[in-house]
């Protein structure tokens, strides 16, 4: 069965990013299993200044279990009372284990039936910050499965359009194959952006750009698909642009790792989205050996 995870740090964030990730699920029929990784005070960097009480790491982790599991009666209670009688039902589950969360992916990994890791945004105060905003950048680089990264304001409806952040000179054609996919599920449209600081565009990008789109139509069995060139000479900005004037309902993009000159000087533009983004931003992984589909 295919299984949705979702990181959870027991937050109000990460209670609506569940309740997302249920809407999402029932949609197309997923299960999903709660996560939570819980840090023994003896690993716990701020454990030299004795700010976290003396526990085993049995007792943390039955105490985080119950947790759990009150989280996920509850979570499976609401949701049954918002569904029709007969409506597909996601099966909710959960697990924990010790260590920081992006350590403890390739674990999750080892389930062949994950299709979707789902987390929260994280909030102002520090021990949000803490769990959910530096892990988010380390869980972007750790995961060879799609992130769903979920901001506490995102309305939880059903997917009109995705935003598929394109770049034209690695050609994304699988991805797109993979977000189609998904994308017919929920009848929702798909619009290809290239974000280009030539405008008007030269010959090589207009050619570039005319390839790109013959390959789509040819290569993707989906009629919902179109493309839209943001001049912009940033790709911040050219998204920034195009989440204030084009109405949609989930930002795609490729999470490409630079190299060590990108990785010393310039933040990933996917990493620097997925810290300021208020509306869903799904993070497709790469390199992989083959493009992960829904």
């Known amino acids: 069965m295919k299984t949705i995870a979702v990181l959870t740090d027991f937050s109000a964030r990460a209670e609506h990013a569940a309740e997302y990730t249920l809407n999402l699920a029932k949609k197309i029929k997923a299960d999903?299993?709660?996560?939570?990784?819980?840090?023994?005070?003896?690993?716990?960097?701020?454990?030299?200044?004795?700010i976290w009480p003396v526990e085993d790491y049995d007792e943390i982790k039955s105490r985080t279990q119950k947790k759990l599991n009150t989280l996920c009666?509850?979570?499976?209670?609401?949701?049954?009372?918002?569904?029709?009688?007969?409506s597909y039902i996601p099966s909710i589950s959960y697990s924990c284990e010790e260590g920081a969360i992006a350590n403890?992916?390739?674990?999750?990994e080892e389930d062949k039936n994950l299709i979707l890791i789902v987390l929260a945004t994280h909030g102002p105060d520090d021990v949000s910050a803490f769990m959910m905003g530096d892990n988010c950048r380390?869980?972007?680089?750790?995961?060879?499965?799609?992130?769903?990264?979920?901001?506490?304001?995102?309305?939880?409806?059903?997917?009109?359009?995705?935003?598929?952040?394109?770049?034209?000179?690695?050609?994304?054609?699988?991805?797109i194959s993979s977000l189609a996919k998904l994308a017919k599920q929920f009848s929702a449209e798909i619009l290809v952006a290239n974000v280009n600081h030539?405008?008007?565009?030269?010959?090589?990008?207009?050619?570039?750009?005319?390839?790109?789109?013959?390959?789509?139509?040819?290569k993707i069995n989906y009629s919902r698909v179109y493309y839209r060139n943001?001049?912009?000479?940033?790709?911040?900005?050219g998204l920034d642009w195009l989440m204030e004037n084009i109405k949609f309902d989930i930002l795609v993009m490729v999470?490409?790792?630079?190299?060590?000159?990108?990785?010393f000087?310039?933040?990933?533009?996917?990493?620097?989205?997925?810290?300021?983004?208020?509306?869903?931003?799904l993070v497709y992984p790469y390199p992989v050996d083959t493009v992960p589909e829904f």
């Open 73 to 86: 009666r509850k979570l499976e209670n609401d949701f049954r009372e918002k569904s029709f009688p007969g």
């Open 104 to 108: 403890n992916i390739a674990e999750l």
């Open 265 to 281: 000087f310039k933040q990933s533009i996917t990493k620097t989205m997925a810290e300021h983004t208020y509306m869903p931003l």
């Open 198 to 218: 030539h405008a008007p565009l030269t010959k090589e990008h207009e050619n570039a750009v005319s390839a790109f789109k013959k390959e789509i139509t040819h």
């Open 138 to 175: 380390q869980v972007i680089d750790a995961a060879s499965t799609p992130l769903l990264i979920v901001p506490e304001n995102s309305a939880i409806k059903n997917i009109e359009k995705f935003a598929f952040a394109a770049d034209i000179v690695h050609n994304d054609i699988d991805y």
């Open 32 to 50: 999903v299993l709660l996560y939570n990784a819980f840090l023994v005070p003896e690993s716990h960097p701020n454990a030299a200044k004795k």
């Open 230 to 237: 943001i001049p912009n000479d940033n790709v911040k900005m």
């Open 255 to 263: 999470h490409r790792k630079g190299d060590l000159t990108e990785f």
